[in-house]
């Protein structure tokens, strides 16, 4: 099994539709987990961190379920701008080094 | 406040050349990332510096590759000689000692190597 999974997609949603991502990790120890966005032949960029049970920050929300290991992402009433990959992140103990998902593809269409 | 900035932004060299790739953390941010991303796969940890010291080199390739961080402020990544198969984007990231799971990066150098 792959140490960060997630299905690359891409998915294809039109303005307004809801869409959930899901990532495995593998990690049973680990404790923080990260969502990224990356647009196209540009950095990765911190959308969303999960420490817990879940985080919400305006139309996103991330859970966690540390007895499936996995976590979620969850984007409400999806604009043409949020068109990205998406990017899990789960570092390994306590080193903070990060393993990274593949990547999940979204675009949202008109 | 600045963010993290890398040089050059793309890199084309011949096979057996020598590249060296720079990277300017967040002023102020100890801990300091080298990634590479190869074509079709996902990001992959080079190596962790906290200040000048190198934490964990795990990632790091093959001896071709050198890591410095003189002086605990920017670093390089040496590559020496390059091959084909180094051909990605090498991404920097930082963080400050108090979070050093949230990291910051830096747009990337597209190394091409023919």
């Known amino acids: 099994r792959k140490e960060v999974e997630q299905d690359p997609g891409p998915f294809n949603v039109p303005e307004g539709a809801t869409v959930a991502f899901n990532c495995t990790y593998s990690n049973s120890a680990s404790q923080s987990f990260f969502w990224y966005r990356q647009d196209c032949r540009k950095e990765p960029k911190l959308l969303m961190s999960?420490?817990?049970s879940g985080n919400e920050d305006g139309r996103f929300t991330a859970q966690l379920n540390r007895a499936s290991q996995y976590i979620s992402l969850l984007i409400r009433d999806s604009k043409l701008s949020d068109s990205a990959t998406y990017l899990c992140?789960?570092?390994?103990?306590?080193?903070?080094?990060?393993?990274f998902g593949r990547g999940t593809s979204l675009i949202v269409h008109p | 406040e600045a963010g993290v900035t890398q040089f050059p932004s793309h890199s084309v060299i011949e096979k057996g050349q020598t590249v060296t790739l720079r990277c300017d953390p967040i002023s102020g941010h100890d801990n300091l990332y080298w990634y590479r991303r190869v074509m079709g796969k996902e990001i992959k940890f080079l190596l962790h510096?906290?200040?000048?010291?190198?934490?964990?080199e795990s990632g790091m390739p093959n001896n071709r590759f050198l890591a410095e961080r003189t002086g605990g402020t920017y670093s390089t990544l040496k590559v020496q000689p390059a091959e084909l198969e180094d051909s990605g984007v090498y991404f920097c990231a930082s963080s400050h000692w108090t979070r050093k799971d949230t990291q910051y990066f830096g747009p990337g150098t597209r190394l091409t190597v023919l």
């Open positions: 992140v789960v570092p390994s103990g306590g080193s903070y080094i990060p393993t």
């Open positions: 999960v420490y817990s």
């Open positions: 510096f906290v200040k000048e010291s190198k934490q964990d």
